[in-house]
């Protein structure tokens, strides 16, 4: 039987090999050839800037504020919140280590950034899902009426199709 967020478990289940890919592409610092490993922290930028930030910024938007209402706490979320941020200024890390390094071979610290910013965004991003999935989901699974889920849900889309709109012209 499906549940009301049917359809935001079938979006983490579609963004989830894009974070298994962080993991790779930091297991790949330091094996993998300049080029491979520019390639896979290109993809790693474009998948962050353009897929999962706009879903973060679609959840505050959006799912954020039912849950509080539900919860009956508007702050409820605001460790969610902390963890946008944070992927925020992980990706932009990465954005900035991209750009230092160019098309050349990172140096030895050039690499252990680079190892520690893709672990974290790939240990934060996966525990963030992990928390969404088994606190949050279940409770709007139990409160939320259907009506109510799919205007949630089509507030979510304009949402995040507002901000890949924004990162577009940025």
């Known amino acids: 039987m499906a549940t009301v967020t049917q359809p935001l478990r079938d979006e983490h289940r579609q963004l989830l090999p894009h974070i298994e890919r962080l993991h790779a592409a930091a297991d790949a610092v330091g094996d993998a050839s300049p080029g491979a490993l520019r390639s896979a922290v290109d993809g790693t930028c474009a998948f ?17 504020p039912v849950v509080g209402r539900l919860l009956g706490a508007p702050e409820a979320t605001n460790t969610m919140s902390r963890d946008h941020v944070e992927v925020g200024r992980l990706t932009d890390e990465l ?37 969404e999935e088994e606190v949050y989901l279940p409770i709007l699974d139990q409160r939320l009426a259907a009506d109510e889920a799919r205007a949630m849900f089509r507030a979510m889309e304009k949402a995040a199709a507002e901000a890949k709109a924004h990162t577009r012209r940025h």
């Not at 962050?48 to 954020?64: G, S, V």
């Open 48 to 64: 962050l800037t353009e897929h999962l930030i706009p879903h973060a910024q679609a959840e505050e938007r959006a799912l954020y």
């Open 95 to 131: 954005s900035d280590l991209r750009d230092a390094i160019g098309s050349g071979t990172p140096s030895a610290a050039q690499a252990k950034d680079l190892r520690r910013v893709l672990y974290g965004l790939y240990a934060l991003v996966k525990v963030h899902f992990a928390k």
